[in-house]
């Protein structure tokens, strides 16, 4: 069976030489893919060239990826070429991108590498494209699973966010994990499971069994 793991960070570009990005080694997905090839899935690891964590070792269909357009352009790719059992979206994706920069006269700077002695600046946002919206159509017939990384506000209020995730994006599970949340990681199934795992290592283990078990019990 052929699945999917993206990981690591995109970033966008604010000039040619600079960027935005998050913080993400990669490293989870790495394991994920890893121990998915060790029990006999076909991996295409889409990897951010961000990331840090070295890997993944072995037989990989190994992607690198940079912004969050990119990603999706690979992965719309890889829907018209194969058929995927699953996809599991562990890479930490930019929510906003660079839209202008202006000077402190409200001036838009748009040379390829803008100035160090330009002053302040400011760097208008705008949202960045929402991966994990588009998945459900590309991937019709795949199990997918999203993440949610949580720093803010109460566990109810994590788990809040992870159901509204999984309805508005029609994913089957999601990984939790985060201040917000606690300790260790959570895998959300709807209505209202969750199987708690202790830390990385925990989700890479149990994530390519349990797909196995909910691919055998799928008509």
Not at 44 to 57: D, E, R
Not at 112 to 130: M, Q, Y
Request: net charge neutral; hydrophobic share 35%.
């Amino acid at each position: 069976m052929k699945v999917i793991v993206t990981t690591g960070p995109s970033y966008e570009p604010i000039d040619e030489v600079r960027r935005i990005t998050n913080f993400s080694t990669g490293e989870l997905g790495v394991m994920l893919s890893e121990n998915l090839a060790r029990e006999g899935f076909e991996v295409f690891c889409l990897k951010g060239t961000c990331a840090t964590h070295p890997g993944p070792v072995g037989e990989f269909r190994l992607l690198p990826f940079t912004t969050n357009d990119d990603l999706f352009e690979k992965l719309r790719d890889l829907s018209q070429q194969y058929e995927f059992a699953g996809v599991f979206h562990v890479a930490a994706l930019c929510d906003y991108k660079v839209r202008q920069v202006e000077d402190e006269r409200g001036q838009r700077q748009e040379s390829a590498k803008i100035e160090s002695r330009a002053g302040s600046l400011t760097a208008v946002l705008e949202p960045a494209r929402k991966v994990i919206a588009s998945m459900r159509d590309l991937f019709p017939q795949a199990t997918i699973v999203g993440w949610k990384y949580e720093l803010i506000g109460t566990r109810a209020d994590a788990l809040a966010k992870v159901w509204l995730q999984l309805r508005e994006n029609r994913t089957d599970a999601c990984v939790l994990n985060g201040r917000a949340y606690g300790k260790g990681f959570a895998l959300c199934t709807p209505p209202d499971k969750l199987s708690e795992l202790q830390d990385k290592a925990d989700v890479a283990r149990f994530l390519p069994e349990w797909l196995k078990q909910r691919r055998k019990s799928t008509p």
